[in-house]
């Protein structure tokens, strides 16, 4: 039988299609501003830069389960940080970098044909992607019980989400928790953007593990974190899973056979990120700043911006084909995610991201109002 490539079942990469929108971009005069992609601008903070430094010099191979300093230091951030109490340092597992741990999630966990992956109608693509490559059923919802008695498997959700930045409250999560609880399903809940809430006296960021969501009961629950966002360390691939023990000791010693390790100059960064919230929170700062400066630029050029409660993105809309604001906004030489990226109810949205330095983001609200 002849071999049909893994590629075939995959969607094509999305960011592939934003070529002609890159080019009218780079035309403008002042150059491109690109707010597509949400990847660092701002340096990796000293602190963290010695630490990976530091460990440089060490030759042999790292555990899968980090150091034992490691898993301590993120479950008291945890604890510190969002008030994720109860998550013993034996139920985290640090990932190199979020994206493989989702995107390989459904296969580690034995998933495969016959398995239904439920993402949200608004999802980050590596959701779909993971699902796909483990040979998964995938279905677009964020009504789990209006599934009738259809039981997926695994279902994924974001709170903050990537790309609307609309933030799940307890009542919402409780109801995913119920759903876990009563059909057996695992609730992977991507976490990354918990730390950039802009909005937390009406809308805070809550993790799927707070014991006001979950009572304490971690059984069918995986939370995913980044220090990719919160830290500027998406070159430094940081990341970690936290949740039901079971679980993650299945995903520690199949990713042992596997040959997962996160490297032992990264996890030393990444302990020191976990420590130093002083460097977290001026990052959240900084974010802060630009999105101050360019949502009110954005809804004076006539745009709408939905939720954006939290995280790195506008989700803005001119009511036309998110692909026409796509265009609108090359042509004034700033590039943006269309929203269908991200799923058929994207159609009439942009995702802007905060992700340009103080002088782009300066320059993009001048842009605008031109």
Not at 28 to 38: A, F, K, Q, T
Not at 117 to 139: D, F, K, M, W
Not at 212 to 229: M, P, Q, W, Y
Not at 284 to 307: M, S, T, W
């Amino acid at each position: 039988m002849p071999r049909q490539p893994l590629l075939h079942s995959l969607p094509d990469f999305p960011w592939d299609t934003l070529t002609e929108a890159r080019r009218t971009a780079e035309q403008h005069p002042d150059g491109i501003i690109n707010l597509s992609i949400g990847t660092p601008v701002d340096e990796v903070a000293p602190g963290l830069q010695l630490a990976l430094s530091e460990a440089a010099a060490e030759p042999g191979y790292p555990a899968t389960s980090g150091t034992l300093e490691l898993r301590e230091a993120l479950a008291e951030s945890l604890a510190r940080r969002y008030g994720i109490s109860g998550v013993a340092e034996s139920a985290i597992l640090p990932v190199i970098g979020t994206k493989e741990a989702i995107a390989w999630l459904p296969t580690l966990l034995g998933l495969g044909a016959g398995d239904t992956v439920v993402i949200p109608e608004l999802a980050y693509p590596t959701y779909e992607v993971g699902a796909l490559l483990a040979g998964c059923q995938v279905r677009r919802t964020d009504a789990l019980f209006n599934l009738g008695p259809e039981t997926p498997s695994l279902v994924f959700i974001n709170s903050p989400s990537n790309p609307t930045g609309k933030v799940l409250g307890i009542d919402h999560l409780r109801k995913v928790v119920e759903f876990a609880r009563e059909r057996d399903v695992i609730i992977v809940s991507d976490e990354c953007y918990l730390g950039l809430g802009w909005n937390d006296e009406e809308h805070p960021p809550i993790s799927i593990l707070d014991p006001r969501v979950c009572e304490g009961d971690h059984r069918n629950l995986l939370a995913i974190h980044s220090f990719s966002k919160t830290s500027n360390l998406a070159g430094y691939r940081s990341g970690f899973l936290a949740g039901d023990h079971d679980l993650i000791s299945e995903l520690l010693e199949v990713r042992k056979h596997a040959g997962l390790m996160m490297p032992t100059p990264v996890q030393h960064a990444t302990r020191a990120a976990a420590e130093d919230d002083a460097q977290e929170q001026l990052q959240k700062l900084r974010y802060a700043e630009r999105r101050a400066q360019l949502l009110p630029a954005l809804i004076k050029a006539g745009f709408r911006v939905d939720d954006s409660d939290a995280g790195l993105y506008l989700w803005s809309t001119r009511h036309e084909d998110c692909w026409d604001t796509v265009n609108w906004l090359a042509q004034r030489g700033i590039l943006v995610a269309p929203g269908a990226f991200y799923g058929p109810r994207g159609k009439q949205h942009v995702r802007i991201a905060l992700t340009g330095t103080d002088n782009a983001i300066a320059e993009a609200v001048q842009r605008l109002q031109s």
